[in-house]
């Protein structure tokens, strides 16, 4: 059974109680309770340290370490009481535990504040989403590769400003997300190595005068090293601003990834099919069959920036060192961690289950003169200047417009009165395969050159 607490633990300094609303604006218990089993994870490690350097007792060590492993699995089982007196995640666990074991436990706090604690226990927590982040991220990444694979062959309008600009293999443009996704992966690499970073130690701003070990204890909980400055380590959130820039360019990522979907799923485009699994259908219109999983994701996009402004804004213009705002920094910080790994993992699932609908794409391809460019740097490989050539190709590319045919079923004959250079091998390069297969350098379109960058990729991911 466990207990509520419901004396406020610094009270002695006041002669009055605590206004009863604001005993609960200022709470953070009711969201920083997430951070629990992190929360438990410090103080294990700092006790152990305490432990070493003479503060605790070898007895005092085990009853904590006992004491804490029986909060750890109330929480797990969801049977702890959380109290709003006892305002946040480290006072609710530190009065449970002094509960549960007496006086050893009011010691477990010696030459530590809240303020690194909470500092060190969202790093924590971050360190563990960010992984959690990056395993849906290579999910995705593989995903992609397999699909891309399938598709390298596949050909399609390529677009600039929307309109068909020159043909593309499918693979090609699956390759270019899964480039995106490379940066992504690479960004939250980075972020982690600032993050994990140990606060502990710098106590409420000044650090401490017992004598401490700070090396041990960032060695328990797997940081890099101690932090440098106590004033910085209590205060800075800008390890959560990387995290959600990061994160902002994970969503804008996906919800460009989204947009396409959206659109090559509409009835217009008709490029591909998302499984219904992946669908909803409308409670109105019977035929409906809407891309939820894209819309929302590109929809939520939006939190995760409003997430980054939430945290830049808090932390501008905040003195040293520590300032209750922090606290306003967990809410984002989750959010902004489910989201991307509730997208991420959306996306994961429903990639391998789209379908491309090659004829449509083949035939969209043939109806935008996508190969007029191939048709001009064949007129300059015969000798022509590109500035000519381009004129030219207009003209030709009029012709098919006013006569409703594709530059490749413009009879030879017709061609050459544009411009006598042209021959019958022409027709190689008119044609959309012969367009993309020509692009067969490092980066190109070619179906070859896609096997290529897919074989390398999964080298990189490691699969
Ligand atoms: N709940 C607080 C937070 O999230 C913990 C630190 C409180 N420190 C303090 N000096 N009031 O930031």
Known sequence: MTTVNTEKLSSARFAEATDAFVEEFTASVGFDQRMAQQDIQGSLAHAAMLCKIGILTEQELADIQRGLGQIGAEIARGEFVWSIKQEDVHMNIEARLTDLIGIAGKKLHTGRSRNDQVATDIRLYLRSDIGAIMVQLKRLQLALLDVAEREADTIMPGFTHLQVAQPVTFGHHLMAWFEMLCRDQERL????????????????????????????????????????????????????????????????HLSRFSEELVLWASAQFDFIDIPDAFCTGSSIMPQKKNPDVPELVRG????????????????????????KDNQEDKEP??????????????????????KAKRENMYNSA???????????????????????????????????????????????????GFSPAIGAD?????????SVAARNHIGGTAPAQVRKAIAAARLQVGV
């Open 189 to 252: 690499q980075d972020c982690l190595k600032r993050l994990n970073v140990m606060p502990l130690g710098a106590a409420a701003l000044a650090g401490t005068s017992y004598p401490i070990d700070r090396y041990m204890t960032a060695e328990l909980l797997d940081f890099s090293r101690p932090s440098n400055n106590s004033l910085d380590s209590v205060s800075d959130r800008d390890f959560a601003i990387e995290f959600a820039a990061a994160g902002s360019l994970i969503m804008m």
């Open 300 to 323: 939520k996009s939006g939190r995760v920036v409003g997430h980054l402004m939430s945290l830049l804004m808090l932390m501008k213009s905040q003195p040293l060192a520590y300032n």
């Open 333 to 354: 910080l989750f959010d902004t961690a489910d989201t991307l790994i509730n997208c991420l993992r959306a996306f994961a699932d429903m990639m391998p289950h789209v």
């Open 366 to 416: 043939k109806r935008g003169f996508a190969t007029a460019t191939d048709l001009a740097d064949y007129l300059v490989r015969k000798g022509m200047a590109f500035r000519d050539a381009h004129e030219v190709v207009g003209l030709a590319v009029r012709l098919g417009l006013d006569s409703g045919r594709d530059l490749s079923e413009l009879a030879l004959g017709e061609l050459q």
């Open 426 to 434: 022409v027709f190689d390069i008119l044609k959309l395969e012969g």
